[in-house]
């Protein structure tokens, strides 16, 4: 059995992996090629894919009798693999939930906490030697202790950020989503995405990615936040329209926004870029060691359990 992993991963993800089957690293750090995705149908039983390796419908039809039975996706997400096709072709996908969810929500509270406080500015201004000292009235944000935040998407990731906005911040939760949920602490559902983002001095955004939630963050739901209310985006890029941000964030229509993905990641926009009121992450949701050590371990359980015979623990 043929496994091949699709970017570096830490050493004990290989060794765990390497004690299952026969295994190809890649090497290569960027998402794979046309050819390699084809490559990883025809020349392997098993691959372990992530990010940016977009296996899409037209991939699958281009490949007649694929040798790849499971794709064991590294990450939670998994709107880079048309699942439909893939299924249709006899190939099974998996993904890692759970090792990702507080490492993103930590950031989710960091992106909070720099947009709120203006902090990327500020660095800025001390790193590039112009910042005149302390006044009364510099760089005057937004206090969140108290504040209302209002969560898109209240799964496992969403929950972890109002917990940690409500317990660690005394803030008042508010959520949209297609169910209600039980947190163990007072939350509002509300019904209407444009009544949620009226209604917060935070917008934070927690859904899957997928066609479904491209641009679910629209000018339309821009224009409904209050001038002062910052949105923070740890989902998917695609999620929030970027041009309609870009204009809202120009014209000073929101208070900021805290940003760790991109709608055509990794390429951000010059005027995204240069401006003050965004602070721009590079994608580090689950940047630590030990969180991608459990996702990478995650799918490995997947494959063991694929060439054991049994039950995939993360089937998508």
């Known amino acids: ?34 050819p390699e995705l084809r490559r ?24 007649d009798a694929p040798r790849c039975r499971l794709l064991a996706n590294f990450g939670v997400g998994y709107n880079h693999i048309d699942v439909g096709a ?30 709120a406080r203006r902090a990327a500015e500020g660095e800025r201004l001390v790193r590039t030697g112009a910042w005149p000292g302390w006044h009364p009235t510099q760089m005057l944000g937004l206090h969140l202790t108290g504040k209302r ?23 008042q939760v508010s959520y949209f989503n297609r169910s209600e949920k039980d947190l163990g602490f007072p939350a509002e559902r509300v019904a209407d995405l444009d009544d949620l983002a009226a209604s917060v001095d935070v917008l934070v955004v927690a ?19 209050p001038d002062h209310a910052h949105l923070i985006n740890i989902a998917r890029g695609d999620v929030v329209e970027e041009a309609a941000l870009v204009a809202a964030l120009e014209a000073g229509s929101i208070g900021g ?8 990641e990794p390429a951000v926009p010059d ?27 995650i799918a490995v359980e997947n494959i063991a359990a694929f060439l054991d015979g049994k039950p995939l623990p993360n089937a998508v």
Do not use: K
């Open 1 to 34: 059995m043929r496994l091949w992993i699709t970017r570096p991963l830490p050493d004990t993800v290989i060794e765990a992996a390497r004690a299952l089957c026969e295994v190809e690293v890649r090497s290569e750090t960027l998402p794979l090629t046309p």
């Open 40 to 63: 990883a149908l025809t020349e392997f039983d098993v691959v372990l894919p992530t990010l940016g390796d977009v296996f899409s419908a037209d991939v699958f039809a281009d490949v």
């Open 86 to 115: 893939a299924q249709a072709t006899g190939i099974t996908v998996t993904n890692t939930p759970g090792a990702v969810t507080d490492a993103t929500a930590d950031i989710g509270m960091l992106l909070i906490l720099m947009s």
């Open 149 to 171: 935040v209002g969560i898109v998407g209240m799964g496992r990731i969403g929950q972890a950020i109002a917990r940690r906005c409500h317990f660690g911040f005394d803030m």
């Open 207 to 225: 859904v899957p990615g997928g066609a479904e939630t491209r641009h679910l963050i629209d000018a339309h739901v821009l224009r409904a936040m």
């Open 257 to 264: 926004a805290g940003l760790d993905v991109y709608e055509r």
């Open 271 to 297: 005027a995204l870029r240069a401006l003050d009121n965004v602070t721009l992450l590079p994608h580090l949701g689950t940047a630590a060691l030990e969180v991608r050590e459990a996702m990478g371990l």
